[in-house]
């Protein structure tokens, strides 16, 4: 799998690239709403016989749009977003930098720079996804930015108890503490990776000897508290028991 770093304007020549697939949507956690698009798109191309492309953004919108100086936990941060998409058997990525610049594009400057300009045959997406300045652009009108220059779908909510599934119910969940909740929204465990560090070493003091795991700061972590784990070592698994934000 291939994965691009595009900021506005890019410089990749149409004439270069292969015809593809497309899914588009931030997909902070690849939840089963965003399974569901990405299948979609995957499923189109191997009946079409040709590469399945996925366009996602970073750093997510909240970040240019509300505050400079936020700070903005993921469900999945990049490097796991796309280890993911890359086990679902996605061709390549293409990851629009978001900035003020990409903020102020016009929808039409939008799909003529990042859907036609790429090469995008048909395009997948969430019903809600909304492009271009002030989300003009959406998958109601798309039409009209197309203009017969690619074909495109849109796939209605996905629903579990009658709600949609969300990145933000997802977020809400991880909150609460709720994480195997989340993880039904998911479609697998919450997980996180994290590099093992030395700590004060006080556990194995009284029989417990314990490791403590340094994570991405970019990761969203549950509520504090005490949880049931499954760890993957060297591909050895293990269970146990995590600590999550108190000292010990």
Do not use: W
């Amino acid at each position: 799998m291939e994965t691009k770093y595009l900021t506005y304007p890019h410089d990749l020549n149409k004439t270069n690239l292969s015809d593809s697939v497309a899914a588009i949507g931030f997909f902070d956690g690849i939840h089963k709403g965003h399974q569901a698009v990405i299948n979609q798109a995957l499923d189109y191309a191997k009946k079409h016989k040709k590469k399945c492309s996925i366009i996602t953004f970073h750093p997510h919108p909240s970040v240019v749009l509300n505050s400079p100086n936020k700070t903005v936990k993921y469900i999945t941060p990049q490097a796991e977003k796309e280890r993911l998409l890359k086990e679902m058997g996605v061709d390549q990525i293409y990851v629009i930098k978001f900035n003020k610049e990409l903020s102020l594009v016009k929808p039409e400057e939008f799909i003529e720079h990042f859907i036609v300009g790429l090469n995008i045959t048909h395009l997948v997406a969430g019903f809600d996804f909304s492009f271009g300045h002030k989300g003009q652009g959406n998958m109601t009108n798309i039409e009209k930015f197309a203009k017969n220059r690619f074909t495109f779908e849109a796939l209605n909510k996905v629903q579990m108890n009658e709600s949609k599934i969300s990145s933000t119910q997802i977020r809400k969940l991880l909150a609460e503490g709720l994480v195997k909740e989340a993880g039904d929204l998911l479609g697998r465990p919450f997980t996180y990776e994290g590099t093992v560090v030395t700590g004060d070493k006080r556990g194995r003091l009284i029989g417990f000897p314990t490791a403590n795991l340094e994570t991405n700061e970019e990761y969203l972590l549950p509520k504090k508290g005490v949880y049931a784990v499954k760890l993957i070592v060297s591909s050895k698994v293990y269970y146990g028991m995590a600590n999550l934000g108190f000292g010990f």
